[in-house]
């Protein structure tokens, strides 16, 4: 007979897995925002959002989603939002993320960056804000300028 009790339990471990990676994931972004604030006075975040809905609203709820678990994978667009009212918003990468939090994926100006931990996502973003279009439409934001 299966032990369903044993399988029950490795789930629940890899539930745990799963939370644990998501917040790590959630800090990481923290962090660049935290990093982002001092850097252009208060001017610029970036958040994620449902993929097709760029839209402030849509990112801050999309954030909400690193506790949810029921899809296997998520796929995001990262958005430079700038603090304006109405805030203009600029889509600047592609995110997507497993269930368990990782793997996860950046994509930009055609790089595609697999991230299997926190040290490979901290190098990720890195490597995204030194794109040029990454540049471009946070020095658009920081000026009051949104997207095209």
């Not at 997507?96 to 055609?110: F, H, K, N, R, W």
């Not at 960056?113 to 040290?119: A, K, Q, R, S």
């Amino acid at each position: 007979m299966v032990d369903y009790k044993k399988f029950l339990n490795l789930g629940l471990d890899a539930a745990s897995v799963a939370s644990k990676n998501r917040a790590e994931i959630a800090k990481v972004f923290d962090e660049l925002n935290a990093q982002l604030h001092e850097a252009t006075h208060g001017r610029v975040q970036i958040s994620r959002s449902a993929v097709g809905s760029a839209t402030i609203l849509n990112a801050i709820s999309a954030m909400e989603a690193r506790t949810s678990p029921y899809s296997a994978q998520r796929s995001y667009a990262l958005i430079a939002a700038s603090s304006d009212n109405p805030p203009a918003t600029i889509e600047i990468a592609r995110w997507e993320m497993d269930s368990a939090g990782y793997p996860c994926t950046l994509g930009v100006e055609g790089e595609k960056w697999i991230c299997l931990d926190v040290d490979a996502l901290e190098q990720s973003l890195a490597l995204m804000l030194q794109q040029p279009t990454v540049g471009a439409a946070i020095g658009r934001l920081m000026k009051g300028k949104g997207g095209d």
